[in-house]
């Protein structure tokens, strides 16, 4: 099993692009989350879903967009970039309910000009 | 609001040595908390969760309600414990799952 995948590893945007950031999972979980992880702050939770065509809001949701189209997949897009949102993105799943372990993806590193 | 505090942004201790990684929290309700530890160009992984109570490459944490407290702690450190910790808690959101608030993590190093 791959686990937690993220694609693309490293990506450059000019201020006002647009791009999508895709998270996929192999373990059939129902719950996947997006995260930023800025230095000094931790990872702050920017979406989430539990379960396939659902999502909801998470900490810092401004400026970005999701989508969980299929249970396996869950979409980050940033419809116009700006230098705020560079940053390391995580993507993270787990089962359904209460206190599971999250697993998390190698990251996706952005940088906004 | 929900928050998650880790007072050290860097630790440093000599191998053999004990070490304890603070963390306190502020949540109303009855926390669920969680150790994530990320080693060098690997991916963050659960190390330990209170609700298992148990001891995972010798760390160990207790929840302290009263402190509001979940400091992990290893008796003895190892050079391979050198990594990036992050402590974490669980919100519930009503009927609607629940998610992670994690702290600003404490880079562990451990010298030879």
């Known amino acids: 099993n791959a686990g937690v995948t993220q694609t693309p590893k490293f990506r450059v945007l000019k201020t006002g692009q647009s791009m999508t950031l895709l998270c996929a999972q192999d373990m059939n979980h129902e719950y996947m989350y997006w995260y930023r992880q800025d230095p000094g702050m931790g990872l702050r939770l920017i979406h989430y879903?539990?379960?396939?065509?659902?999502?909801a809001k998470g900490e810092v949701p401004d400026g970005y967009n999701v989508s969980r189209l299929k249970k396996q997949n869950f979409l980050l897009g940033l419809e116009s970039a700006a230098p705020s949102q560079t940053s390391v993105y995580f993507c993270?799943?787990?089962?359904?309910?209460?206190?599971?372990?999250?697993?998390f993806g190698p990251g996706t590193r952005l940088l906004v000009l | 609001a929900q928050r998650v505090t880790q007072p050290e942004k860097l630790l440093s201790v000599f191998k053999g040595a004990p070490v304890e990684l603070k963390c306190n929290y502020s949540?109303?309700?009855?926390?669920?908390l969680f150790w994530y530890v990320q080693y060098s160009r690997q991916r963050l992984q659960l190390l330990l969760r209170?609700?298992s109570r148990e001891s995972i490459k010798g760390f160990t944490a207790d929840l302290n309600k009263g402190e509001t407290s979940f400091h992990l702690k290893k008796p003895f450190a190892q050079e391979e414990d050198s990594a990036m910790y992050y402590c974490a808690l669980t919100v519930n959101r009503d009927n609607y799952g629940q998610n992670f608030v994690f702290g600003p993590g404490t880079r562990l190093s451990v010298l030879p």
């Open positions: 949540y109303s309700g009855s926390p669920e």
């Open positions: 993270a799943s787990s089962e359904a309910g209460s206190y599971e372990t999250q697993y």
């Open positions: 209170h609700i």
């Open positions: 879903s539990v379960g396939e065509g659902t999502t």
